[in-house]
């Protein structure tokens, strides 16, 4: 009968559907971020490939024809965490200044964004990289109080859904694409570098592909993509830059230093 009240079990029913709505509204950004962020893996990859080639195509065609693929997927989207992280935390700055610019008092956006900007310094180990990005969710965060400020003063102030849309607009394709790129030039190798004593001589290296007899590595002082003998490599280890300034040295100080004269591009 129309107008008739709900039972109980279609109230409980009611509000289940609608906190699965609300949180499923909260969550669609980041699943849109984390979707965007995997398309765009794939140029920067590309981009780091032709860079770390020096832009010579012969040996970026010797790195793709050498790796493997589904351990580089697997690779790259690791990498990709930090930046998810990063974007993250534009996006929630932005949406923190704009409500703390309109009036609001949101504590628990503040916790989010200083454990986002927490999180850079734990999932990546590399210091230039965590300032840069903290620096970009701080002027985000700066630029939406402004914003929100300078409209609450011209009696216009944003309502909640104008919020939200100029905070995602932080998160356009150009900008996650610059956030990637910063890590392309700050961490070049979607691999660790390897210390190889090849016939005497230490050589610092990715290796690509490890056969029965011989080995494929990337030459990380002659940007070449090199075979050769298993028989001829006396000693193989992971290894650290010399010149790399990471945050957490516990587990590194263990790893021997690369040798030679290694650039990334």
């Known amino acids: 009968m129309e107008g008739s009240p709900q039972t109980p079990q279609a109230e409980v029913g009611a509000r289940s559907r609608d906190a699965l709505d609300h949180y499923l509204r909260r969550i669609k950004p980041l699943a849109e971020l984390a979707g965007l962020l995997a398309l765009v893996a794939i140029p920067v990859f ?3 490939l032709i860079l770390l080639a020096r832009f010579d195509q012969t040996v970026a065609l010797a790195l793709i024809a050498n790796i493997t693929l589904g351990g580089t997927a697997v690779a790259i989207l690791v990498t990709m965490i930090p930046v998810l992280f990063a974007a993250a935390g534009v996006l929630t700055a932005g949406r923190l200044g704009f409500g703390l ?28 990289v965590c300032i840069t990005y903290s ?3 701080g002027l985000v965060f700066a630029n939406s109080l402004v914003q929100s400020r300078l409209q609450k003063r011209a009696l216009t102030p944003l ?4 919020r939200r849309r100029l905070a ?5 394709p150009g900008h996650i694409a610059g956030l990637a790129l910063i890590s392309i030039f700050v961490s070049p190798w979607w ?26 590595i990337f030459d990380l002082s002659k940007h070449l ?11 193989r280890q992971y290894c650290q830059p010399a010149d790399e300034f990471v945050i957490w040295r516990a587990s590194m100080d263990a790893r021997p230093v690369c040798p030679g004269d290694i650039e990334p591009f």
């Open 46 to 48: 590309a981009l780091k």
């Open 101 to 128: 610019g309109s009036g609001g008092r949101n504590w628990w956006g503040v916790v989010v964004v200083l454990a986002l900007v927490g999180a850079q310094f734990v999932v990546w180990n590399r210091l230039i």
């Open 135 to 137: 620096v970009l969710i």
């Open 159 to 162: 309502s909640d859904a104008d």
């Open 168 to 172: 995602k607009d932080y998160l356009s």
């Open 191 to 216: 691999m660790p570098p390897e210390r190889l004593v090849i016939q005497n001589e230490p050589t610092s290296a990715l290796v690509l592909n490890d056969s029965d007899k011989h080995v494929a």
């Open 225 to 235: 993509v090199l075979h050769v003998e298993k028989s001829k490599i006396s000693d």
